[in-house]
């Protein structure tokens, strides 16, 4: 086998676990309900908080099931993703619950990565 047909072969096995992560926009930008998990939107529609982290470091499948299971294994967590191209880690924290940026950063730093910047954006 080529090094252009295992480099195809390996694309084509990442792209069905990128489908399943739902993409985030940047701070700056709008955030739609398309773009959550449905266990987040339900969330949300409980009254949760969203909340967005810019993370460096994060480069591979790994890094985000990392991330992930770190923040859902928290008690005031609802649902977490993490979107590899945009860099962001997006949870949700359930109706109450609250979790300051100094927690946040800690825990991105325990599981290996660098917190580059917190927002809380209003979720449609």
Known sequence: MSVRNITLALALSVLPVLAISAPVLAQDEALHESQLTPAMQ??????GSLVVVDVLGAVCDFCALAMTRTFERRDEVA?????????TLT????????????TITDLIRRAGYQADGISRPEAL
Not at 79 to 87: E, H, I, M
């Open 42 to 47: 339900e969330a949300l529609v409980g009254g």
């Open 79 to 87: 649902a977490a993703t993490v979107d590899l191209d945009a860099k």
């Open 91 to 102: 949870f949700v924290l359930h109706e109450g619950q609250t979790m300051d940026d100094a």
